[in-house]
């Protein structure tokens, strides 16, 4: 058996939020960028819908330090994103057409991460919120930027289904942090494999 190294494994951050940015409160995008570079500072991969506003802002920053930024775009092709959803296709590594539409995007978009952080957002933030939650999957709340995010307690609350496995915090780099602890906390310290041995199917 052999060893991977803890260094090698990269952990996959959603960053979910509002497309239009209206319903956002001041300094809510600034806060989204320096959220994408923490995330990648601290050893994670981006994930976003590929979309614009907050996600995008995520994608802007996660760049920025040289990280790797993964979209799941609702379109079937690259021509259906950019000419029927009218979405961007900069700041993206790779961008996964599902062809889902948004709310199928939204169920890939989140079980393909192994958490999720909401920044303001509107009813799509809030369906892949549920989704998280539904996951039992690690969620951050980051306070302060406006719209669902700063609704989500009071949903929980009145849920009367647990506070689940969230964690709040108006400060991108101690939310990241504690977020990445509760995913270390859910895996393994290393993983081992046994090689691939040759032969016959």
């Not at 948004?102 to 303001?120: E, H, P, Q």
């Not at 009813?123 to 406006?146: Q, S, V, Y």
């Amino acid at each position: 058996m052999n060893e991977i190294s803890q260094s090698y494994l990269k952990y996959k951050i959603c960053v979910s939020g509002a497309a239009r940015t209206d319903c956002c409160a001041d300094g809510a995008m600034e806060k989204t960028k320096e959220l994408g570079r923490e995330i990648v500072k601290q050893g994670g991969v981006i994930v976003t819908g590929a979309t614009t506003g907050v996600p995008y802002w995520a994608a802007i920053g996660a760049k920025e330090e040289g990280g790797i930024s993964i979209g799941f775009s609702p379109a079937v092709s690259e021509l259906a994103h950019i000419k029927t959803y009218h979405l961007p296709i900069d700041y993206y590594d790779i961008i996964v057409y599902t062809g889902f539409d948004y709310s199928g995007r939204n169920l890939i978009l989140t079980r393909a991460s192994d958490a999720v952080i909401i920044v303001c957002g509107r009813l799509g933030t809030l369906n892949e919120f549920t989704i998280a939650f539904e996951d039992k999957k690690p969620i951050g709340i980051l306070t302060g930027t406006g719209g669902t995010a700063d609704e989500i307690k009071g949903i929980v609350d009145k849920g009367h289904r647990g506070q689940g496995k969230i964690v709040y915090d108006d400060d991108p780099k101690r939310l990241v942090a504690k977020l990445m602890e509760m995913i270390k906390e859910e895996k393994d310290v290393t993983i081992e494999f046994a090689p691939a041995k040759g032969g016959g199917e």
